[in-house]
């Protein structure tokens, strides 16, 4: 057994995990069921694979090993094995784990369920108390200035999950069907900066390669300054506030398009290419970290509904994006999605940007969930 000094609570299944799955085995039993009809199950079965990254770093930098080893039970207990994982290597004195390929395997006799993935690629977060935290904290301060994409993580994690995409292509005939995520047999899943990571990864082969592959975002960062209205305002004053700055800034977007009209069509043949793919986005409506997503699908659906057309001519369309193209640099922002199903959690009792929230039933949590589709 680990010692009490290397013992995490958090990090231990048994302690930390989602109880309302493990009580339906029953004292003893090896896994727990998971019903791949559910959303509720879904949701917390990729919650738990992310947090298994996390806990896979912090047994290798605990030296736990062996029985020692925290992070097993996060996705053995679901029915899944460790295939391999991704490494950051920015530091060359050693190797930061940042993400886990994991591959499931139904129960002895038992066939796949239709809408159970085959492979599950996870990303896990910042972790703060981590020794190298600083690398993390760096690629944290990249999100804010929307060069992620750029850095050497995020060509790791894209690398990672098209290799095994054409590992899956060569041996069985496809990794999923093109346009449609029903039968996509694998899955992303990150949490925070690791949330970033996965969209990046799924937005690449969607576009590049038209592989729709389901995702699950956990609290994924979009800075903006719209939570800073709600804290300066009455609630009622800062939703017209917004509504009223979404709508005036929908109008200069529509007009400058105009004016770059070859930036707006080439965002229009994107969005089209993206609108199949919908991740799952699950956020607090605290968390002010990833509030501007939040904000954005909600006022987009907003201008929608009072000026369709201007909304439809402009939702492709960012201030600093049209800036670069006239320079003759085109470049896309993270956070225009064309179509997403967006869960937002009203509870008062949760850490607002914590993973664990995300593995509790949907009756704990107060979520709400709505559909956004390109085209409108």
């Not at 998971?34 to 990254?53: P, S, Y």
């Not at 679901?78 to 930061?96: A, E, K, P, Y």
């Not at 944290?140 to 894209?158: C, G, P, Q």
Request: aromatic residues 10%; proline residues 6%.
């Amino acid at each position: 057994m680990a010692s009490s000094r290397d013992f995490d609570h958090a990090d231990c299944f048994d302690n930390s995990g989602p109880v309302h799955m493990m009580a339906k085995n029953g004292a003893g039993s090896p896994r727990t069921v998971v019903d791949w009809g559910k959303e509720e199950h879904r949701r917390c079965v990729a919650a738990c694979l992310v947090k298994g990254v996390y806990i896979i770093e912090n047994d290798s930098t605990r030296r736990r090993v062996h029985t020692n080893a925290l992070a097993p039970p996060w996705w053995e207990n679901f029915g899944f094995n460790l295939l391999d994982v991704i490494r950051d290597d920015s530091d060359h004195d050693d190797q930061f784990i940042i993400g886990a390929i994991y591959e499931h395997v139904p129960p002895l006799g038992e066939p796949a369920h239709p809408l159970s993935p085959h492979y599950v690629v996870a990303f896990r977060g910042t972790m703060i108390s981590h020794p190298k935290a600083l690398i993390d904290l760096y690629l944290d301060a990249k999100i804010m200035v929307n060069t992620l994409k750029e850095s050497k993580r995020s060509r790791l994690a894209n690398t990672a999950v098209k290799k095994l995409v054409a590992t899956i292509d060569k041996g069985m005939g496809g990794a999923c069907g093109h346009g449609t995520a029903g039968s996509c047999i694998v899955w992303l899943a990150g949490h925070s900066l690791g949330a970033s990571l996965a969209l990046d990864v799924g937005r690449a082969m969607m576009v590049e390669q038209g592989y729709n592959l389901p995702t699950f975002l956990f609290n994924p960062p979009q800075v903006s300054p719209t939570p800073a209205i709600d804290v300066l305002l009455p609630i009622k004053k800062a939703q017209k506030a917004k509504r009223d700055i979404y709508a005036v800034s929908y109008f200069v977007k529509a007009g400058l398009g105009k004016v770059l009209n070859p930036h707006k069509e080439r965002m229009e043949n994107l969005f089209k290419r993206l609108s199949p793919w919908a991740p799952e986005l699950y956020m607090h409506e605290r968390d002010v970290i990833c509030k501007g997503y939040i904000d954005y699908f909600e006022q987009r659906q907003q201008v929608q509904e009072r000026f369709r057309a201007v909304a439809t001519s402009a939702m492709t369309l960012s201030y600093r994006d049209m800036f670069f193209s006239m320079f003759g640099m085109e470049k896309e922002q993270p956070h225009l999605l064309p179509s997403a199903r967006l869960w937002k959690s009203t509870s008062k009792d949760e850490d607002a940007h914590a993973l664990q929230q995300w593995w509790k039933p949907m009756g704990e949590q107060s979520l709400s969930v709505r559909r956004y589709s390109y085209p409108l």
